[in-house]
Every structure is written in structure tokens, then in C-alpha cells.
């Protein structure tokens, strides 16, 4: 995930990267009335002085959150809270002021573009009444803090988010697993019931008030096209991998259904949500074992067990990462980047350990903050957060509007990309894999099956978050059936069912961070379908001759400098046009994807004879 911008709450979509400047940020100026219509000339004396100010307030506000995420307490949220508010004053008076000069005569592609982006740039706008945006940020921050503080219980004594999650994946007790679902959901979900239905009443009305239908036609009016488009582009992208995804639910429900038996989990319909290694079954990757086929299952490796065997510790998790970069030609990361990040959860203070990267100085102050623990998923979630970094420092040249991802997908597929690259092959090269210990061929169906039971299973999830939210914005989901329209929409996309009955004093969804932090999650459906695209023609451009999935362009300055290419764009052209830079293609689909697993969807189908499909 990316902490970017001059807050979660407004203008996170563009304005990526805070500047030097002055200490106190400037309260947001009013915007100007002037006496006759609004012209071009205008317009662009409107641009430059929002590019600037913001530039100004970001680098002290950028500070405040990294102090908060970091050293949490109600000081820091307070500080946070009260910038918050700041942020989002700002951010919708220049979201108002840009609607009204739009319609400006003479107004150049790039002036339009640009207003647009403000226009639609803010995820929680606050209407313009007097209190309001101070009301919504003090819900925000608190929303946030109540999950970072949040617990579940293990055994009957408490456990923090970081620990459960883990012992998610570790836990094959299905009394234990289910204590652990409940626990988290009911002691952090919640509880944010009613302060989550008022501040998502009060950034509707927000949203309502800068002429968009409500708060999720908002969220999805930032991609280049229609909100109505996007939504559609969405339906088609999940359609295209459904097949695949069903096809990998029924295998592993018969799976679970061989392990833990009738009583536990049935033979057809839907999944049992805690049995999954993931709170929110979001990914499966930590049951591989129970689901691994006898033989091609076994992959003769671990990278948990390989790190560990090589005494890796969080930093050379970490320089290991960095240097994946490097062998690309990027530049390696500042020395303030190891004197700044937090890499690991201290003892003696509350910290918001979810994994992000920043980036604070529009230069070359990036930090990543993550609770590392030396296993697969924290490598792979190195590698990914890197992306970030590497990403804001290619296109720290633009303009600050167009400091950003060419999308908010974009930016998460980098570094899921060159993850794709952490092969047999790649971790030979690095050293953490005996040449003699790489999987022979025989193996392809254990190692397409171990990836897709994250990259696979993650897609409805992806999907459904927002499309959770948008019902919400809408009114299609009311504040009176917030559980029953998750646990729809739960069963509807993922196939997967609570361990216990649900009612309306519930709020599951609260207990996944991003809904709790209010933070767009589309761009991580996206990135899933992006990763694969990126990766294909990272290892077209490389030559690669063999299986798509055993490709590694690592050390291929080539791809590197083509991929610098696109980076360096940041949001400057339309999507399409960046992903044309690097692909070829200016379409977003699920093919790639596809072929990538158009080995194991043959094999599972094999595998699925005789078996029900679906849920």
C-alpha cells in the first residue's frame, strides 16, 4: 500500500509527493469571486497557486501522519486530526473553485485535465458548512486508530492485529481459527458501526455537493472515463478470470472438506471464511499445505524456511529487495531511507503496522513502514512497497498534479510485477536456492497452484470492497443492513460464508483496514490484472523462451529502462497511454493473467470432474 498526498481523506489520488517549504502550513485561502466570467488565463493562475500551496502543506502535513502511523497516541491523533481537517477544507475548495472554472472558454486539453483531476481528486469530501470537514476528520482518525489499536483473542487472551493475522495462517484448529474470526470482528469491526454510517453520510453529502450523484460515483470518476464506464470496465475485467477463480474455489473446498471433514466445511456450496490462513480470505497462500497435490505440491522449498536457513534478518530482506531495483538500473535507495523507515514493531509504543511506503520530501526522503517478520509474505511484501518508492522518485519532475501513478492501480502493480519475478530462477541468483534444489518441470502444476492461491483467490475480494462501498454511497445497501449486504456480497463474489450467524450489531467489513481507513480498494483489483500485463512483456522485452510463470527479467537493464520510461510519465498522459509505453496495448485485461495460469485451470479442471462448480 502507498501512503500518499496531502491526506488519505482528500487529495490522496494526486498529490503524491509533499515539498520543501514552510514550516506552518497556510490555512487555505478563500477561493476568489471574481466579478465577470472565469477565463483560461484564469484557470491556470488557479492551477499554479493550488500546485504551490499544496506543495507547502504536505511537507509539514506528511510529517504529522508519519508521526501518527508511527508513534500513535492521542497527541499525534490529535495533530493528525486537526491537519486532517486542514486537508480536506482545502482540498474541497479547490474541488469547487475547479468546477466552476471548467466551463472557462479557451481552456487547453492539459487546463481541462487538470481540473478535472481536482475536481474528483478527494475520497472523503466534506461539505461546506461550517465544522463539517473537523467532524469528518475526527471520525477518520479515529476510525484508524480503533484499528490500529484493535485486538482479537487467541486461546482466550488478547492478540494484537499483526500476531492474529499471522496465527491465521498458522492455526489449523478450526475451534481456534474461529475464536480468532469472531474475536477480531466483533471487537474491532464492531464497534466503528456508527461513527463509519456518519462520516459516510457526511463525505456523501461532500460529494453531492461538487455535483457528483454521491460518494462512490466520485471514487470512480477518476480513471479516464465515466463513472458508469468504470464500473462496467470492472464487470467485464472479473468476468474474464471468474472461470478460473470458481474453477480454484472447488478445488480447495474439497480440499478443506477431505481435512477437516463434513461437520467443518461441506462438500458443495460455499467456503468457510476462517478456514482460508487469511482474516479476511482475502488470500489463501497459507494453506498451500492443506490443498498442495501429492508430488507436484511439493516444491522442495520454503522461502520463510530459506531466509531463515540463511540468517536473513528484516534489513537484508530489505537491501535484498532494493537491490532487485538496482539490477534493473535504478538508482539504489538514500541513506535517510534506512534512518527513517520503521522496519520493525517497536515494544514500548502503539504503531499502525499495516505496510506502507512514503514518500515526504518530493525528493528523496522515502520511507517504508512495516512490523517485518522474516517470512515469504513480508519478502514479497518488500518487494512490493519498493515499487512505491521507486515509482515516486521517477516522476518527482513532474508537476505536482501529475506526481502519481498513471492510475491508483498502477501504482500497487509495480511492485507486484517485479514480485511475480521472485522465482526458482531468482532466488538461485541471489543465492537463497541451491541450483540442485530449483523444481523441475514436473512441478509447474505446485508452483502455478501456490501463486494462484493469492494472486487467484484475491480477485472477488478485490472487486467487492468497493463495490461494498459504492452500495453504501448509494443507498442500495442501507445503515440498517450494513452486515447482510457484506455478507451478500461476500457470498455472491468469493463463495466463502461467516463460521457463525451475523446480525445487524455487526460491521465485519470494518474489521479489514482499508474500510476502516477509508482508503479506495479498485486500484487493487486492478493491480492484480495490471501485474500480469507488466510482467508478460516484462519478459517478452527480456526474450524469455519458457513457461510465462518461471520467468525472471531480474538484472535486465533493458526492461528496466523501458520500465523508468512509464514510471517517469507518473499521471502526466491518460492510463492508456502509460500502459501502451510499457506493454503495447492500451486495453486493461484479464488475459494475461489467464495464460499465466493456463496450465494449472487445465489441471484443476482435470482434478474438478464429477465435482459441483460454484456455490
Not at 484493535?150 to 493475522?165: C, H, L, W
Not at 520493525?344 to 528523496?364: G, T
Request: proline share 6%; aromatic share 12%; charged share 20%.
Amino acid at each position: 500500500m502507498i501512503r500518499t498526498g496531502i491526506s488519505m481523506l482528500a487529495l490522496a489520488a494526486f498529490f503524491a509527493t509533499p515539498a520543501v517549504s514552510q514550516t506552518t502550513p497556510p490555512a487555505a485561502p478563500a477561493a476568489p469571486a471574481p466579478q465577470s466570467a472565469p477565463t483560461a488565463s484564469d484557470a491556470q493562475a488557479f492551477l499554479d497557486r493550488v500546485q504551490k500551496e499544496v506543495t507547502e502543506f504536505n511537507l509539514t502535513y506528511q510529517k504529522i501522519a508519519w508521526i501518527n502511523a508511527t508513534y500513535i497516541n492521542d497527541d499525534t491523533d490529535a495533530l493528525a486530526s486537526e491537519y486532517g481537517a486542514r486537508s480536506t477544507e482545502m482540498s474541497v475548495r479547490y474541488a469547487m473553485e475547479a468546477a466552476r472554472f471548467q466551463t472557462a472558454p479557451g481552456l487547453s486539453v492539459e487546463q481541462k485535465r487538470q481540473l478535472t483531476m481536482l475536481r474528483a481528486a478527494l475520497t472523503l469530501p466534506a461539505p461546506t458548512t461550517p465544522g463539517a470537514a473537523q467532524q469528518l476528520s475526527d471520525l477518520s482518525t479515529k476510525l484508524g486508530s480503533m484499528y490500529a489499536k484493535g485486538k482479537g483473542t487467541r486461546g482466550g487472551k488478547p492478540i494484537n492485529g499483526s500476531d492474529i493475522e499471522a496465527a491465521m495462517g498458522e492455526s489449523r484448529d478450526p475451534a481456534e481459527l474461529k475464536e480468532m474470526w469472531l474475536s477480531w470482528n466483533d471487537q474491532v469491526g464492531a464497534p466503528m458501526r456508527g461513527d463509519y454510517a456518519k462520516m459516510t453520510g457526511i463525505a456523501n453529502q461532500g460529494a453531492k455537493d461538487l455535483g457528483f450523484a454521491d460518494a462512490g460515483a466520485l471514487w470512480r470518476s477518476g480513471y479516464d472515463m465515466s463513472p458508469d464506464e468504470f464500473a462496467k470496465l470492472t464487470d467485464k475485467l472479473w468476468d474474464e478470470v471468474k472461470p478460473l477463480y470458481v474453477a480454484l474455489h472447488t478445488y480447495v473446498r474439497r480440499k478443506l472438506n477431505e481435512k477437516y471433514g463434513d461437520a467443518v466445511q461441506a462438500k458443495t456450496g460455499p467456503i468457510r471464511a476462517d478456514l482460508l490462513g487469511n482474516m479476511w480470505a482475502q488470500e489463501w497462500g497459507n494453506i498451500y499445505d492443506v490443498v498442495a497435490p501429492k508430488g507436484s505440491g511439493d516444491l522442495g522449498y520454503e522461502i520463510g524456511d530459506l531466509l531463515t536457513a540463511k540468517g536473513y534478518d528484516w534489513k537484508k530482506m530489505v537491501q535484498t529487495g532494493e537491490g532487485f531495483y538496482s539490477s534493473l538500473g535504478f538508482t539504489q535507495l538514500p541513506e535517510t531511507f534506512w534512518q527513517r523507515s520503521l522496519f520493525l514493531k517497536p515494544a514500548d509504543r502503539e504503531v499502525l503496522c499495516h505496510a506502507s511506503a512514503w514518500d515526504l520530501d518530493e525528493k528523496d526522503d522515502v520511507r517504508i513502514k512495516m512490523c517485518i517478520k522474516v517470512n515469504s509474505d513480508d519478502f514479497v511484501t518488500i518487494h512490493h512497497e519498493l515499487g512505491h518508492n521507486y515509482y515516486q522518485r521517477a516522476y518527482k519532475g513532474q508537476p505536482q498534479l501529475y506526481r502519481n501513478g498513471a492510475n491508483d492501480g498502477f501504482h500497487e502493480a509495480i511492485g507486484d510485477f517485479v514480485a511475480l519475478s521472485i522465482t526458482p530462477d531468482y532466488l538461485v541468483q541471489i543465492g537463497l536456492l541451491d541450483q540442485a534444489k530449483v523444481p523441475s518441470a514436473d512441478k509447474d502444476t505446485g508452483l502455478l497452484l501456490r501463486q494462484a492461491m493469492d494472486k487467484v483467490a484475491f480477485l472477488p475480494f478485490g472487486l467487492l470492497i468497493d463495490k461494498y462501498r459504492w452500495s453504501i454511497f448509494s443507498g442500495q445497501i442501507p445503515a440498517s443492513g450494513y452486515q447482510a449486504g457484506w455478507d451478500k456480497l461476500r457470498l455472491q463474489y468469493q463463495g466463502i460464508v461467516p463460521p457463525a450467524p451475523r446480525d445487524e450489531t455487526r460491521f465485519d467489513a470494518g474489521g479489514k483496514y482499508h474500510v476502516a481507513g477509508s482508503v479506495p480498494y479498485t486500484r487493487y483489483f486492478l493491480a492484480r490484472l495490471l501485474q500480469f500485463q507488466f510482467y508478460k512483456a516484462a519478459c517478452d522485452q527480456a526474450g524469455w523462451k519458457g513457461p510465462l510463470h518461471r520467468c525472471s527479467f531480474y538484472g535486465n537493464k533493458e526492461v528496466g529502462a523501458r520500465l523508468n520510461k512509464m514510471l517517469e510519465m507518473g499521471a502526466s498522459k491518460p492510463w492508456p497511454e502509460a500502459l501502451q509505453a510499457f506493454t503495447g496495448t492500451r486495453e486493461i485485461s484479464g488475459k494475461a493473467m489467464v495464460e499465466y495460469f493456463a496450465p494449472l485451470k487445465k489441471w484443476l479442471d482435470q482434478q474438478n470432474k464429477g465435482q459441483p462448480q460454484g456455490w
